[in-house]
């Protein structure tokens, strides 16, 4: 199992819709990342988070440390964000994240 | 200008061989890191460098050496290519343990 799981994996919904991706972890994490992966390959830091939550544009992100879970949200979805959201927990006391595995997000039109 | 630059940006090679992979920050951040992709797009950590100094080397093959000449560049060298050395490869910054910014990554490919 791995440290860092997501879900879901893939998620397809409508443009306009309200998106929540979730991510829970087993380790012990000073902060925690989301990343967006775009077909293309690269990749885009998000946020980074330690606590509470966070606001850019339509996105939100929160995290609830004891409960070791963290949300991202996606605002009146478009499909310019579908992409592969990744999350990634940086680990106590070490310089390394550990990922999820992804969770593949496609919006139609 | 690109923060986190990575090159070549494809690399196809024939199994055996040595190669290397660049990259440079132009961010000022003092920590630098390899991370691979593999087919199934899972992301692990290769190696992380703070000031130039190796400070995590996750079980990465001897066959895998990076090089970090100042803490703006940490070049990555493989030596007796394997076709499992297949992947995306994603250079990556920041301060300290703050927000990473990645390069566009490498895509090796070992025929």
């Known amino acids: 199992k791995n440290e860092v799981e997501q879900s879901p994996q893939n998620l397809t919904a409508q443009e306009g819709e309200f998106i929540t991706i979730n991510c829970s972890y087993s380790v012990g994490i000073s902060a925690l990342h989301w990343l967006q992966q775009h077909p293309g390959g690269g990749i885009v830091s998000l946020f980074m988070?330690?606590?509470g939550k966070k606001k850019h544009g339509r996105l939100i992100a929160t995290i609830n440390i004891q409960e070791k879970h963290s949300s991202l949200h996606i605002t009146a979805s478009h499909p310019r964000d579908s992409a592969v959201y990744i999350c990634a927990g940086l680990i106590q006391g070490a310089q390394k994240l550990v990922f999820g595995q992804g969770t593949r997000l496609t919006i139609n039109p | 200008d690109t923060a986190v630059s990575q090159t070549p940006k494809y690399l196809v090679t024939q199994m055996g061989n040595d190669k290397s992979i660049k990259c440079e920050q132009n961010l000022g951040h003092d920590t630098m890191y390899w991370y691979k992709q593999d087919s199934k797009k899972f992301l692990k950590i290769m190696f992380s460098?703070?000031?130039?100094?190796?400070?995590i080397n996750e079980t990465v093959p001897n066959r895998f050496s990076p090089k970090s000449p100042d803490k703006a560049h940490l070049n990555l060298h493989i030596n007796s290519l394997e076709l499992g050395d297949s992947a995306v490869y994603f250079c990556a910054s920041s301060i300290g343990r703050g927000r990473a910014f990645f390069g566009q990554g490498t895509r090796l490919t070992v025929v």
């Open positions: 988070l330690s606590s």
């Open positions: 460098y703070n000031n130039k100094e190796l400070i």
